[in-house]
């Protein structure tokens, strides 16, 4: 079983709608969560972290952490082509400084 | 500021020559993480190190992969005896490990090896 698991997708959504990417992990130990987004030939950016249960709100985006569930997402509100990336999920575990990720979901904004 | 810094940018060399890559983190931050990143794949850990303590190693495939980081500052990645599969982008990441516990990862852009 991988630490971190993520849809591959493509996940395809139109312009304006909003983009629900999902992420479950392993290690219930695990104590922070990140999501990065990554253009095709590009290193991976970070957007987001999360380490309480509950929503953090940042601009367009959120991420959702239900710790019980072990399960971590990331909404993107008005998706726009520009968000057309790789996003990846990663999870801090038990290991304290040892990051594990997911292997991406593919999103797609249609114009 | 300056971000974290890798090179080369590109690396082609011929199967069975050893490579050096190269890893300059954000100053200060005390975790430096080595990636490899396959065309398509998602992210393979190799290697981390955390100030003096010992690397965690536990993610090079294989002995021919090695790495060091002097004075808690830049980091080698050494590949000997090149194989056509370690092919990839090595990406190197550093993060600032902090009382509580978050320390988001920094990229660098990367280096693309190709292994003819």
């Known amino acids: 079983q991988k630490e971190v698991e993520q849809n591959s997708g493509p996940l395809s959504v139109p312009e304006g709608a909003i983009a629900s990417l999902n992420c479950t992990y392993s290690d219930r130990g695990s104590q922070s969560f990140f999501w990065y987004r990554q253009y095709s030939g590009k290193s991976p950016e970070l957007i987001m972290f999360?380490?309480?249960?509950g929503d953090k709100e940042d601009g367009r985006f959120t991420a959702q952490l239900n710790k019980a569930s072990q399960y971590v997402s990331l909404l993107i509100r008005d998706s726009q082509p520009s968000d057309s990336a790789t996003y990846l999920c990663?999870?801090?575990?038990?290991?304290?400084?040892?990051?594990?990720f997911g292997s991406g979901t593919k999103l797609n904004v249609k114009p | 500021g300056a971000g974290v810094s890798q090179s080369p940018s590109n690396k082609v060399t011929e199967k069975g020559k050893d490579v050096e890559l190269r890893c300059d983190p954000i100053?200060?931050?005390?975790?430096l993480y080595w990636y490899r990143q396959s065309l398509g794949q998602g992210l393979e850990f190799l290697i981390y190190?955390?100030?003096?303590?010992?690397?965690?190693k536990s993610g090079l495939p294989s002995d021919r992969f090695s790495a060091e980081r002097t004075g808690g500052s830049v980091s080698t990645l050494t590949i000997q005896r090149t194989q056509q599969e370690d092919s990839a982008v090595y990406l190197c990441a550093s993060s600032l490990v902090k009382a509580s516990g978050i320390g988001e990862q920094f990229f660098g852009p990367g280096t693309r090896l190709t292994v003819l």
């Open positions: 990663a999870v801090k575990g038990f290991n304290f400084n040892k990051f594990y």
């Open positions: 999360i380490y309480s249960n």
């Open positions: 100053s200060g931050h005390t975790a």
């Open positions: 190190f955390q100030g003096n303590s010992a690397p965690d």
